[in-house]
């Protein structure tokens, strides 16, 4: 890994330097081992050269952009480039400090001798169990077992991803405060304090910058204090040029553009045109279901396996659009590719 160029890493080039002269290990510390498999991914040179500096001094990233651009992708796959561990913990509203952080539960260990052998089923196992117990006079014993984050955290060259961080409660982004500052985390619960490994990163990934969701595509965005934003260095991430976003469907299904079409343009191209146009038609709030590379990926693979192009984008993205909205969508789809979709 420490020979690999930033060309050789991430097959990127610059427009001023040779990107396949300088070492990885230049730019960024490389780790001793990820969790990640390496798949063929399309990375930018502007925003990729911007992520590897704050890796490597380990300042917190908050990466923002449109639903299903590839933001946490992205990170997973310069992990495995770098060679070095990925955690992602997922916030929704229902997030709690204990799934968080930790909390304490029984530690079962101690009762083993106790509990049901395999005759010793159901109610009356269990009522056998504890009288067991209860005639040895023993209690339960109870141990804190830890969250998510400090088990990602003391990962030695983690990228800690902390995905749809916009969906975090507030009052856990406030607790989280002190942690994106000085790397150490504390537990509500213990008062226990737990430090960052050496050289752990973390990334927050969100459909918005942290302030307020002004084009009301986010449902549930919670709008960070400036306490929170402040400590983050921000990468904005959008989805890939047309072009590269062929590359995309080309690299990961074989033979896709063997897909027959109306026209002659091939299937890889007509593809792309109909997802930004589905994308044009969110933007406008004309339609609710963003158009993601998922639903690129998706609708090449259907319409590959099923020999239907129609049914392939049916299956990928049409029939979870609102009756309403397949009114533009169907629009749209009969200009690009010549064909009608059927009701």
């Known amino acids: 890994m420490s ?9 990127v080039t610059s427009p001023t330097t040779d990107t396949k002269q300088i070492p990885l290990e230049a730019v960024c510390k490389t780790g001793k081992g990820t969790n990640q498999d390496k798949i063929k991914f399309r990375f930018e040179y502007k925003p990729l050269r911007r992520i590897l500096r704050n890796i490597n001094q380990n300042q917190p990233i908050w990466a923002w952009g449109p ?3 590839g933001k946490t992708e992205l990170f997973s796959q310069i992990g495995a480039r770098l060679n070095r561990p990925v955690h992602i913990i997922s916030f929704g509203e229902e997030t709690s400090v204990r799934e968080l952080f930790g909390t304490v539960a029984i530690d079962h260990t101690s009762a083993e001798a106790d509990m049901p052998q395999k005759e010793d089923k159901g109610i009356a196992g269990i ?7 209860a005639k040895r006079g023993l209690g339960l014993k109870t141990e804190f077992r830890y969250g998510q984050l400090p088990k990602a955290i003391q990962d030695e060259g983690a990228i800690v991803v902390l995905d749809e961080f916009n969906m975090c409660p507030a009052g856990i ?15 509500p619960e213990t008062g226990e304090e737990v430090t960052a490994a050496k050289d752990v990163t973390i990334v927050v990934t969100s459909n918005t910058s942290g302030g307020m969701d002004e084009t009301g595509l986010y449902a549930g965005s919670q709008s960070m204090n400036g306490a929170t934003r402040t400590r983050f260095a921000y990468i904005q991430l959008d989805y890939l040029p047309a072009d590269e976003e062929r590359l995309i469907l080309t690299d990961r299904i074989e033979k896709v553009d063997a897909i027959k079409t109306p026209g002659e343009k091939p299937f890889s191209s007509l593809a792309v045109e109909v997802g930004r146009g589905c994308r044009s038609l969110v933007n406008q709030g004309k339609v609710s279901l963003p158009f993601t590379v998922r639903n690129l990926l998706a609708f090449g693979k259907a319409t590959k396996e099923l020999r239907d192009v129609a049914d392939g984008f049916r299956d990928a993205y049409f029939d979870g659009l609102a009756p ?12 690009t590719f010549g064909i009608k979709l059927e009701d």
């Open 3 to 11: 020979q690999a160029s930033i060309f050789d890493a991430f097959g």
């Open 67 to 69: 639903s299903g651009c």
């Open 127 to 133: 009522a056998k169990a504890l009288w067991a117990l």
């Open 173 to 187: 982004a406030a607790q989280l405060n002190f942690f994106f500052e000085k790397g150490k985390l504390t537990i």
């Open 324 to 335: 309403s909205e397949q009114v533009a969508v169907s629009q749209l789809f009969h200009k």
